[in-house]
């Protein structure tokens, strides 16, 4: 049985790539900093390790394992401080090099890592995001995942290690936290928006389709160095993405429009302007690489997904914080 190391496997998109890698047939063990949040994960072994970062400790994790697959990041906050860049680097850029340091003399195979759309940019004008575009990151999550990127190119040159890295848009599915868990609030809630208009295309990823790529990632012979963007198989505006989701929460969409221009107006005038960017703005990337060399396609479609996210915000009932 192959054996494979996952680091934020307590994590929202963690809880759907461990049981996808267990029916995979791989024997998984995880790193958390805390063994409490990690109780209910059915794995294999559970090792401690603290906070990410560039002195963390991840030899007695990658004994005798054959692949990692590198989950565990500081994640992007509106309103950070102005350490920002140096805490997302020591955690993204130099705990992730740390690790795939240790694995490399642990004698690992492969490390998939998990970075982030955000390295090619924040919207897509005319074509879509691709691979091959020059890195164009704008915040400090989004330059610690690109330096994080450098660094590994440069330890599996020699090293030997193979290191897939996996670019995602947006992430949703059941446990979802952030802008898209307060989307499912407002579609709850039946609140009025002014997005009627909102005619851009977003790509996304729904966590399900997210694991099996990675699981994909983690196994195929002609993933090994490359560098994958992802997406579910249809792009969507925000305004259909709040109807599909109010209607699978089983409410009624209430848009109404106003101008684009009122809009980001009314967001610079609020301090808000990087959120109306996002609801107005494009972000399409193009998956046809993961398709070509590895056979990829996502397994569930869009209206899968944001069903079962709907299930899950329902289930667990109106006012309960996502864990």
Request: hydrophobic share 45%; glycine share 8%; with cysteine.
């Amino acid at each position: 049985m192959k054996s494979v190391l996952v680091t934020g496997a307590s994590g929202f998109i963690g809880r759907a790539v461990t049981p996808r890698l267990r029916t995979a047939g791989y024997r998984v063990a995880i790193t958390t900093r805390d063994r409490r949040s990690a109780r209910d994960l059915d794995v294999d072994a559970v090792h401690v390790t603290g906070p990410l970062g560039p002195e963390t400790d991840w030899r007695p994790a990658l004994d005798g394992v054959e692949a990692v697959v590198h989950l565990a990041a500081r994640v992007h906050v509106m309103d950070e401080t102005a350490d920002a860049d140096i805490l997302h680097r020591q955690a993204n850029t130099e705990g992730t090099l740390s690790l795939a340091e240790a694995a490399a003399a642990a004698g690992v195979r492969r490390f998939v890592f998990l970075s982030t759309v955000k390295v090619n940019g924040e919207r897509t004008t005319t074509a879509p995001f691709r691979e091959s575009d020059p890195p164009a990151p704008d915040d400090p999550y989004a330059r610690s995942k690109s330096e994080a990127e450098t660094g590994l190119a440069e330890i599996a040159r020699r090293s030997g290690l193979e290191v897939v890295v996996v670019r995602p848009p947006l992430v949703y599915g059941p446990g979802v936290r952030g802008n898209f868990l307060a989307l499912l609030k407002i579609c709850q809630a039946r609140a009025p928006l002014p997005l009627a208009g909102a005619v851009n295309r977003r790509s996304l990823i729904f966590v399900g389709n997210l694991a099996d790529a990675i699981a994909c990632c983690l196994d195929h012979p002609a993933a090994a160095g490359e560098t994958y963007l992802l997406r579910d198989g249809e792009d969507i505006s925000t305004a259909n993405l709040l109807r599909h989701t109010s209607r699978a929460l089983g409410r009624p969409a209430r848009l109404f429009p106003m101008p684009a221009g009122v809009l980001r107006l009314a967001g610079a005038m609020i301090g808000k302007s990087a959120v109306v960017a996002r609801l107005l703005d494009s972000l399409v990337v193009d998956y046809g690489k993961i398709r070509r060399h590895l056979g990829w396609t996502p397994p569930f479609t869009l209206s899968q997904g944001l069903s079962e996210t709907a299930a899950w915000f329902q289930a667990r009932g109106e006012g309960v914080e996502s864990r």
